[in-house]
C-alpha cells in the first residue's frame, strides 16, 4: 500500500486515464504526439516489469470532428453515433503506437451494467489478468455506443477508479491539463498545488469545484470523486500534467510531479467496492438507535428487530441503502427479503421470522459479509 512518495518506486500495476483535452483536437481530431508519447511511457514501464491498463476518453469527441458537429451540443443518439465513429480511429491511433514496441493493445469497452453483475465483474477482472499475462495493454473506454444514462459511469475519472479496483492496480493516475490539485483555482492569485494528501477533507471536496474542458465530460470534482472510490479501496491516486513529458516516469521516481493522494487505512474487499461503488440502491430501511449502535461499533449483521421503516420495491439479493437516526445513510448492503416481506417482520426478532412468513432463509436481514458500513 503507498503511503508516501517513496513507496511508488515500488508499484507493479497501474491504470492511467487519459482525458479527451489531450488526445482530441477540434480542428484536426486525434493528437497523435500524444498517444505516440504514453505509449513511449508505457513500455519503458513494461521494461521495468510494471503493467499497465489504459482508461481512455477521446471516441466521441474524435466523432465529432469527423462528422464536423464541432462544440455543439449533440442529442444522446449524437453521441452515441459519434462514440461509434471514433472508436476505431482512436483504437488504430494506439494500435500504431505500440506496435513500435512491439506491443499489442486490446479493446475492452465496458459499462456499469457490466460491473452491476458479479459474475461480469469477474470475467472482466479475468479478461484483464489474462491480457496482462501476454503482454497485451488494455485499453478501456466506456461503451458510449450502447451506453444510457441508467448504467452510465457519468464520466471517465470514475470508470478509471472502478477499474483500478477491478484488476487490483497499486496506483491510478489521472492524466489532465493541470499541475495536480490546487487548494483553489489554479488561475487564482495565490494558488498553491498540494504535494501530498492523506485525506479528503471538506476543504479539498469543496476546492475541487469546476468544470472540464468543453471536449471532456468531468472536472476536477469527478476526480475528487474518483479519488475517493480508488483511495478506499487501497489504490493510491496521483493527478499529474499529461501535457509534460515523463511525467508517468518523473512521478513513479518519488519526483515533486502532480499531487498524490494516499490510501486509506481500511482497504476494501473486491465484493465490498463492489457492493460500495458499484451497484446502486434500490431500496432503503430506516434503523432505530440499538441496530445503528451495532453496524458501526460492533460490526454486526442487520437483524429485523432493529428496522423501524422500509422504503421503496426490491427483491431479495438486491442492494438497498442502511438509514441511521440522522436520515443519513450508514451502510449498504444486499438484503436477504423482498421489500413486502420486511415490512412484515420489521421490528421482530429474528426467531418468529418462520412464523411470520411462514419460512426463515436467514435469521439476518443482511449479513455483516454482504454488508459496507459508508
Known sequence: MIRGRSDLSGVRRIVVKIGSSL?????????????????DEVAALHARGIEVAIVSSGAVALGRVRMGWGDRKLTVHEKQAAAAIGQPHLMRAYSRAFERHGRMVAQMLLTKDDLRHRR???NASNTSETLFSAGVVPVVNENDTVVVEEIKFGDNDSLAALVSLL???????????????????????????L???????????????GVGSSFGTGGMASKIDAVRISTRG??????????????????????????????????????QH??????????????????ERALLECGGSLL????????????????IDIVGQQGKPIARGLTNYNAEDLRRIQGHPS???????????FSSVIHRDNLVLL
Open 23 to 39: 488526445l482530441a483536437d477540434a480542428t484536426s481530431g486525434i493528437r497523435r504526439e500524444a498517444i505516440d508519447r504514453l505509449a
Open 120 to 122: 461480469r465483474y469477474l
Open 167 to 193: 484488476i487490483d492496480a497499486d496506483l491510478l493516475v489521472i492524466m489532465t491539463d493541470v499541475d495536480g490539485f490546487y487548494d483553489r483555482s489554479p488561475e487564482a492569485p495565490g494558488a498553491r498545488r
Open 351 to 361: 426467531q418468529e421470522i418462520e412464523s411470520i412468513l411462514g419460512y426463515m432463509d
Open 234 to 271: 487501497g489504490v493510491a491516486v496521483a493527478i499529474v500534467n499529461g501535457q509534460r513529458r515523463h511525467a508517468l516516469s518523473s512521478l513513479l521516481a518519488g519526483a515533486d510531479t502532480g499531487t498524490l493522494f494516499l490510501c486509506s487505512g481500511d482497504r476494501h474487499s473486491k465484493r
Open 274 to 291: 463492489w457492493i460500495a461503488d458499484v451497484l446502486t440502491p434500490v431500496g432503503a430501511v430506516r434503523v432505530d438507535a440499538g441496530a
Open 304 to 319: 429485523p428487530v432493529g428496522i423501524i421503516e422500509v422504503t421503496g420495491h426490491f427483491d431479495k439479493g438486491e442492494c
Open 195 to 209: 504535494d501530498v494528501v492523506e485525506h479528503l477533507t471538506p476543504a479539498i471536496i469543496q476546492a475541487a469545484g
